[in-house]
């Protein structure tokens, strides 16, 4: 079946008259490229199929939730066991304190974990213990670092007030000078330093952590009485089976978790250790859902198989050979890729891109030979991926790359071009 996207057209159509813009959220930032789905009709392991029935293989994972392919067999088995037996009830399932358990025994910092519905919600509890736990009211955390949608940290300025913004430092990623600065500058009132497992900012390239910048958080925390905070509601799980700054044995007072840990249900998680117990226990934090018994029971689900079987180095080793074999494809067609961050969670960009033509370019003939990429946000691999899907997309990418030098001179994206500037 040819490509097309018509129901797709459509279905946008009918959109912009009754959802503002058509759409909001991440998928809105920034014109994604020609073609671009925006609807879609299912999903199973590593493919996804949108509303004309086209079929892809998903790099984007849903943004993160989806980590061993979607609809796992076990881990929907037990969502919807659970949910035959309650879901939201008057209180939470019995359910909670297995998956209340499983966390604490997989991540090596936490004594204690809170369940929540988004990793927004998770954030936002780590920056009100912190408050709470220390008395004091400054927080300092890294610019272009996304911690989530709500008034104190939303990338937009749109509806934000100085005051929602107040009581902010904001330091260079990596760069322990500037983190020592901003300790400086908040003084005897420093709450929290917030950190990202990674730099996996959009629209720039991906960088490892610098253990001495891990190191130096810990220690300025430490010295200052802080709290520090490692945000990995899109890494964790990712990058080790454990809080991702274990990798570089630097342990946080409180983590954020979200996206993957039950595989695609609604859950998100902040876990401390000891000494925020208290402080964690006298904040008010609830939600109509939070307390859903179905996505717990899916999370425990999840944590099996986190723990018993290989899906981290497979991901991985799926990562590794599209990078490789993307390299290679792009030099036999002269061109030259930067592909930054964990080769699990890989950014694409072509080198000499400026304004992303380009890049949109080669990700538009991608989606019309039906493999998502996305051009300025991390992807990801996902344990349901083949070496196969992977030969296939490479195969597919070489002719992306062949019709992308065809094209000869390509014009920047204009609404991006003051993002690299
Ligand atoms: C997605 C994300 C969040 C927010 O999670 P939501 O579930 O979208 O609220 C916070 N921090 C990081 C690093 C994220 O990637």
């Not at 892809?56 to 969502?79: K, Q, R, S, T, W």
């Not at 997989?106 to 519905?117: D, E, G, L, T, Y």
Request: hydrophobic share 45%; aromatic share 10%; proline share 6%.
């Amino acid at each position: 079946m040819a490509w097309s996207n018509s129901a797709d057209k459509a279905l946008r159509e009918r959109a912009a008259a009754v959802i503002p813009n058509g759409m909001y959220g991440h998928q809105s930032v920034a014109p994604l490229p020609d073609g671009y789905p925006q609807f879609y009709a299912k999903a199973k392991g590593a493919y996804l199929w949108d509303a004309d029935g086209n079929e892809y293989i998903d790099y984007m994972c849903g943004y993160g939730p989806n980590l061993l392919g979607y609809g796992h067999p076990e881990v929907d088995a037990a969502f919807t066991a659970q949910l035959a037996k309650g879901d939201a009830m008057t209180g939470p399932g019995v359910v909670m304190v297995d998956a209340a358990e499983a966390m604490v025994r997989q991540i090596s910092h936490a004594h204690w974990v809170m369940f929540c519905k988004n990793g927004t919600d998770a954030t936002t509890m780590a920056l009100m213990i912190a408050r709470h736990h220390t008395g004091r009211k400054t927080i300092i955390r890294a610019k272009g670092a996304y911690h989530g949608a709500v008034p104190w940290c939303s990338p937009s300025p749109n509806g934000i007030t100085p005051a929602d913004r107040a009581d902010q430092i904001f330091c260079d990623y990596n760069d322990p000078a500037s983190l020592e600065a901003a300790v400086r500058l908040a003084g005897s009132d420093l709450a929290a330093i917030f950190a990202a497992p990674i730099k996996h900012d959009v629209f720039v390239d991906q960088e490892p952590l610098d253990p001495e910048y891990a190191r130096r958080a810990r220690a300025l925390a430490d010295e200052t009485g802080a709290v520090l905070v490692v945000d990995d509601v899109r890494a964790g799980l990712r990058l080790a089976r454990d809080c991702s700054w274990s990798l570089v044995g630097v342990q946080p007072d409180l983590s954020c978790w979200g996206k993957a840990i039950a595989n695609g249900h609604p859950l998100s998680a902040l876990a401390g250790s000891e000494p925020f117990r208290r402080a964690a226990g006298t904040i008010f934090a609830t939600g109509s859902y939070w307390f859903a018994a179905a996505p717990m029971a899916a999370a425990v689900a999840t944590l099996k198989l986190i723990r018993e079987t290989d899906y981290l180095e497979r991901t991985i080793r799926i990562g590794d050979r599209l990078r490789k074999g993307l390299d290679e494809a792009a030099e036999q067609h002269g061109f030259r890729l930067r592909q930054t961050g964990p080769s699990q969670m890989p950014l694409i960009f072509f080198d000499d891109d400026p304004g992303f033509g380009k890049t949109y370019f080669w990700i538009s003939a991608l989606v019309r030979r039906g493999v998502l990429m996305h051009p300025w946000h991390n992807m990801f691999t996902c344990a349901a991926m083949t070496e196969a899907d992977v030969d296939a997309t490479l195969e597919r990418a070489s002719d992306a790359f062949a019709l992308t030098r065809a094209a000869g001179r390509i014009e920047p994206i204009e609404a991006l071009l003051a993002r690299t500037r």
